[in-house]
């Protein structure tokens, strides 16, 4: 059983910075694709990041984009979020998740493990 851990949220300022980590109990890591996704209160769940299996590739909502980093460590099975100049309407849950395939993807039906969230609070 896959088992997707994820740590580093927490309530920050605006303009404030914070580095969110997941690690998986899974083998060959490399071979997966990751992706961060987050929850606010009463709205969907919507696409973050998302990082090739390789590493070599990543991809950003249009929300994030400049602001956020998705990395990862294929040697400690982690995959990192850097989120930098935080805003308010970045408060949310943020859930890694486990890619059914190496290649990046945005839609929420590419993923078939997820973890259970951290929360991530940005106050103005």
């Known amino acids: 059983q896959v088992q997707l851990v994820e740590s580093g949220g927490g309530l920050v300022q605006a303009g404030g910075s914070l580095r969110l980590s997941c690690v998986a109990s899974?083998?060959?890591?490399?071979?997966?694709?990751m992706g961060w996704f987050r929850q606010a209160p009463g709205k969907e769940r919507e696409f973050v990041a998302t990082?090739?299996?390789?590493?070599?590739?990543?991809y950003y909502s249009d929300s994030v984009k400049g602001r956020f980093t998705i990395s990862r460590d294929n040697a400690k099975n982690t995959v990192y979020l850097q989120m930098n100049s935080l805003k308010p309407e970045d408060t949310a849950v943020y859930y890694c998740?486990?890619?059914?395939?190496?290649?990046?993807?945005?839609?929420?039906?590419?993923?078939?493990?997820w973890g259970q969230g951290t929360q991530v609070t940005v106050s103005s």
């Open positions: 998740a486990k890619g059914a395939y190496s290649g990046t993807a945005t839609t929420e039906r590419a993923y078939d493990y």
């Open positions: 899974v083998s060959t890591f490399s071979s997966y694709a």
């Open positions: 990082i090739r299996g390789s590493g070599l590739r990543t």
